[in-house]
């Protein structure tokens, strides 16, 4: 299984806007993602009330993670999404 560790780069972490940006961008790699925080259970990377109950806060570790084909693209390009703060998926990493 891929996984990526990351540190949230929002500073409100994943609430309201950067949380719907997030499953927005998670929905549109096509692959299927897990979220977690560090010491938590996974939860659907596309659902946007369970990204909201992870209750991820800014500079907070998440674990992106995804074993289906294409993950490692997927991970990396939502990784940098969450790490930076972006306000949308890269076209490339």
Do not use: C, Y
């Amino acid at each position: 299984m891929a996984e990526r560790r990351v540190n949230v780069g929002w500073a409100e972490g994943l609430h309201a806007r950067p949380a719907s940006i997030f499953v927005r961008a998670a929905t549109a790699t096509g692959v299927p993602v897990t979220i977690a925080k560090a010491d938590g259970s996974p939860v659907n990377a596309a659902s946007m009330l369970a990204v909201l109950g992870l209750g991820a806060q800014g500079g907070e570790e998440i674990v992106l993670a995804s074993d289906a084909e294409g993950a490692e693209v997927a991970l990396d390009r939502l990784a940098k999404l969450v790490a930076e703060g972006l306000e949308e998926l890269p076209e490339t990493v």
